[in-house]
C-alpha cells in the first residue's frame, strides 16, 4: 500500500510504499532518517513569525515574503502591540525593527528578554542604520542577530532558517 509522508525536517511530501517504511529510510529530499512508525502523515506546525515594523508597506512586504515560504505570519505595527502579540501568540520568531516611534526595537526587545515565556524565542534585529554598534548593541540586550533593511528576501528567509536552526533546502 502506498502514502505519503511528510519528512519532519524539511516537510518534502513523498510516497511511500509500507514494505519501504518498515526499517526506516531516508528523506528523498534531505537525507532525514524517517524511522518506521514515526514519520508524520500530515505537515508540522508552520513555525510562527512575529514581525513588528512602524512602515505598513514593509510590514506588507514581510508577510508575503513569510507566507510565501509558508510561515505564519503576524505583524505589529508598533512596539507596545509588538509586546502584546508576543505575549499572546508566543511566536517561534520574532523580528524588530530598531527604529520606530513610541517604543525603539531596543527597548522591545528587552522588554522581551524579561518575559519568561520568550525569553529564548530567537530575535531578529533590522535596521536601516549604517552603525556597527547596533549589532554590538543588539546582542547585548538579548538580539539574536541583527540584519540591514532593505535585505534580499532571500537572504531574510536564509537567516530565519538559520536561527529557528531548520535546513532551508536539501542537503548536498
Known amino acids: 500500500m502506498r502514502r505519503t509522508v511528510i ?3 524539511c516537510n518534502a511530501a513523498q510516497p511511500v ?5 518498515g526499517a526506516g529510510f531516508p528523506c528523498r529530499t534531505c537525507g ?16 510562527t513569525i512575529l514581525w513588528v515594523d512602524d512602515d505598513p508597506l514593509g510590514l506588507a512586504l514581510g508577510r508575503g515574503i513569510l507566507e510565501g515560504h509558508s510561515y505564519r ?3 505589529a505595527l508598533d ?6 502579540a508576543a505575549k499572546q501568540e508566543r511566536p517561534d520568531l520574532i523580528i524588530l525593527d530598531v527604529l520606530m516611534p513610541e517604543m525603539t526595537g531596543y527597548e522591545v526587545c528587552q ?20 552603525d556597527p554598534q547596533v549589532d554590538v548593541l543588539g546582542r547585548q540586550i538579548g538580539a539574536t542577530f541583527t540584519m540591514s533593511k532593505p535585505s534580499d ?4 528567509i536564509a537567516a ?4 529557528l536552526d531548520r535546513n532551508p533546502g536539501p542537503r548536498s
Not at 32 to 47: D, I, K, N, V, Y
Not at 79 to 84: D, H, L, R, Y
Not at 153 to 156: H, R
Open 17 to 21: 510504499d509500507d514494505a519501504e517504511a
Open 153 to 156: 528576501p532571500e537572504l531574510i
Open 160 to 163: 530565519i532558517e538559520e536561527l
Open 73 to 75: 505570519a503576524l505583524t
Open 32 to 47: 532525514h532518517l524517517l524511522q518506521a512508525g514515526s514519520e508524520s502523515t500530515s505537515p508540522p506546525r508552520a513555525a
Open 7 to 9: 519528512c519532519p525536517n
Open 79 to 84: 512596539g507596545p502591540s509588538g509586546i502584546a
Open 111 to 130: 522588554r522581551l528578554r524579561a518575559e519568561p515565556g520568550l525569553k529564548d524565542t530567537p530575535i531578529l534585529l533590522m535596521t536601516s542604520l549604517q
